[in-house]
């Protein structure tokens, strides 16, 4: 198989699986009015595809392993085809988020694989290749949000679902392009009860969100999910603890430094896709844009990201990945607090996204090099798995919160429009709180790196 | 002769000061302004908003534009964001437009819609007939002033009677127009903290619109 086909195929369907997660990021602010469902609900567009992309995270490592990459990868493209196959032709809005899970569920298995074959098929120009996939995932993150707000304007929502199709089935012809790169096959041992429960608890997690959108905690609608949320929570750590190979392994948990990178992991994945999911709608609200122009708008964002994300590999090499770390996560806050404080609109929404951008950019490398090292030798890979699923379940999280914080807007008022950006300046005053958290985490990585340092000296 | 035209123009000039003091001193603005709020036909003006709230200030200026009992048109004007947004309701139909979000939403009213304008306070009142009930449910308490109000949109300078409505923890001072009896400025209190004001800027009564004006676009 030539290697230019190879790596056409990496990249291209890696980038087009990063469009699944963020081409329906223009239609947010407009979901109600499309399908008549409230924020709470409207924003599980987002958090479903999340779900089923974290859960298919930590089953398709193993399955891939026991089966090969090649037929899970082909398999993996073909069901994010037809998730959004299914999406396209749905006749309402549940039926737009069974193919959300699907997409979801397939393009979790494009990443992960295709790192994975890069490692295994490229040799000396392994890090190369891997980094090109990540770079093609960014950009596609980025495209996706121009492409979708220019389909929309000018078609409709299912043109965008359409033309990802016809993208998609180009993809998963290329994936046909891909070796298989497995030496030997493992025995199949999968966590499913770990994977399901972990899915069952964050699902309870959505419903309890949705609930408290309309009804108080008190109500049959709400509490019943915040048990099952806790009853799975348990579940899960009962399954994790007794499985042979679990999805997480909890005792890396043991290691305060694994779980301050856990920490950072979470909070920059609730910082990073608070501030790319709401960007495009709070430029539409905050400065009257519409919804092309607004999906053009995080191009500077997207520039700063993938300036930073090219910087940040040779940054964390000499200054050391715990220092670049850092910084992402004070760029990320400081991003959210520009974009809440400046007073001139524009200002306030150009400068703190480019800020914010280059934190972004720089948030994932460090949390790599530093999870896959405090989780040991010979572990690397389930330690950069589970920091992946915890960016993934702040991906979930975040988006979740301030889905409910939107549809707390009163709309029934003069100041409708008024108080919709008071929830977006809400929202973004909540990921400016969770970066100051993530970048204690940081901290505390820091001080113990510098110690050790220190104690080497 | 010319002492009795004297006498006849002195006795014409008490008539008019006496009926002219006599009207003053009874004409009680409350029931001048019920009298205009019951007779109104039609109520168009120009008004800015101003919103006080923890995060701060937010205002919106906006046409206004009402049909008794039912038929209500707000036009945004200001801030840019808000431009062109619409507010139509038309009986028992409720329809909003919003330019920057490329929406627009119909619904009935009694689905929750159209109940915006009461944001007004007793504007609202006033221009729904209702400045009476208004009065009957709230402590009212008329103020003797000399003060005037300048109309933003026109310069006009205006005479006007101050009214202070409470009701339960809700203040409302009111000033109206002491020539028509029509509200021009109301600023609303909420726990003896500012909550919003509403300011006038230009009106006119009793005029005529066309029923297009208000009619609900298809969808």
């Given at each position: 198989m030539k290697p230019r086909r190879v790596l056409l195929a990496l990249l291209g369907t890696n980038f087009l699986s990063a469009m699944g997660i963020t081409i329906v990021v223009p239609l947010i602010s407009n979901l109600d009015h499309i399908f008549s469902v409230s924020s709470a609900y409207g924003i599980w567009i987002i958090t479903l595809f999340m779900l089923s992309y974290a859960m298919g995270m930590a089953l398709i490592g193993r399955l891939s392993d026991a089966v090969g990459r090649r037929p899970v990868y082909i398999v993996s493209m073909g069901v994010f085809a037809l998730g959004l196959l299914v999406s396209a032709v749905a006749p309402n809005f549940g039926w737009v988020l069974v193919g959300r899970f699907l997409q979801g569920l397939g393009a979790s298995g494009s990443l992960p694989i295709a790192q994975t074959i890069a490692y295994e098929h490229f040799g000396r120009r392994k890090g190369l290749v891997m980094g090109g996939i990540s770079a093609a995932f960014g950009i596609g993150v980025v495209a996706a949000i121009n492409l979708g707000g220019g389909i929309y304007q000018a078609f409709d929502w299912r043109a965008i679902f359409y033309v990802t199709f016809a993208l998609s089935l180009l993809g998963w012809g290329m994936s046909?392009?891909?070796?298989?790169?497995?030496k030997s096959k493992k025995p199949l041992s999968l966590d499913i009860g770990g994977i399901l429960t972990f899915g069952a608890a964050i699902a309870a997690f959505m419903m309890l969100f949705r609930g408290l959108s309309e009804s108080s905690f008190t109500s049959a609608a709400v509490w019943p999910y915040a048990v099952a949320l806790a009853a799975m929570v348990v579940a899960f750590l009962a399954f994790e603890r007794h499985s042979n190979q679990p999805a997480i392994e909890l005792d890396l948990f043991r290691m305060p430094t694994f779980v301050a990178v856990i920490g950072a992991a979470i909070t920059g994945g609730i910082g990073m896709f608070v501030f790319q999911t709401f960007l495009p709608s709070f430029a539409q609200i905050s400065l009257g844009y519409t919804v092309a122009q607004a999906s053009y708008s995080i191009n500077l964002m997207a520039f700063t990201m993938i300036l930073a994300a090219g910087a940040t590999g040779a940054l964390s090499d000499r200054f050391g990945p715990e220092k670049a770390l850092a910084f992402s996560l004070a760029m990320i806050t400081l991003g959210f607090l520009l974009i809440t404080t400046i007073s001139q609109p524009s200002w306030a929404y150009y400068l703190g996204s480019a800020i914010a951008g280059t934190g972004l950019g720089s948030l994932m490398t460090p949390i790599n090099v530093i999870g896959m090292r405090e989780g040991g030798l010979g572990r690397e890979g389930v330690s950069s798995g589970i920091v992946s699923l915890s960016r993934t379940l702040g991906g979930i999280i975040g988006p979740t919160i301030a889905g409910f914080v939107l549809s707390q807007t009163d709309f029934s008022s003069l100041f409708a429009l008024d108080n919709l950006v008071r929830a977006y300046v809400r929202i973004y005053r909540f990921g400016m709180w969770v970066g100051v958290v993530g970048f204690g985490f940081s901290l505390v990585l820091l001080i113990r790196s510098l110690r050790k340092t220190e104690v080497h000296a | 002769m010319r002492h009795i035209i004297r006498r006849l123009l002195a006795l014409a000039l008490l008539v008019v000061i006496t009926s002219t003091t006599v009207v003053g001193q009874t004409s009680d603005p409350m029931d001048s302004v019920c009298a205009m709020s019951q007779d109104l036909t039609a109520y168009s003006a120009m008004i800015r908003m101003v919103q006080h709230q923890k995060g701060g200030t937010s205002e919106i200026k906006f046409t206004f534009d009402f049909v008794p009992p039912d038929r209500m048109r707000i036009v945004y004007t200001a801030p840019a964001t808000v431009e062109g947004q619409m507010i139509l309701v038309n009986a028992d139909k409720f329809y909003t437009h919003i330019p920057s979000l490329n929406r627009n939403v119909w619904q009935d009213v009694d689905e929750g819609g159209g109940n915006q304008g009461e944001e007004m306070g007793f504007l609202y009142d006033f221009v729904t007939r209702a400045a009476a009930a208004a009065l009957a449910q709230s402590v009212v308490d008329v103020e003797d002033s000399n003060e005037t109000f300048v109309?933003?949109?026109?310069?006009e300078i205006l005479d006007v009677v101050i009214l202070n409505l409470s009701k339960d923890e809700e203040r409302q001072v009111v000033l109206l127009n002491a020539l028509d009896s029509v509200p021009v400025a109301i600023s609303i209190y909420s726990f003896d903290s500012l909550a919003m004001e509403i300011r006038v800027l230009d009106y006119q009564v009793n005029g005529d619109f066309d029923e297009a004006w208000f009619a609900i676009p298809e969808r």
């Open positions: 046909f392009a891909i070796p298989e790169t497995l | 109309l933003e949109g026109t310069e």
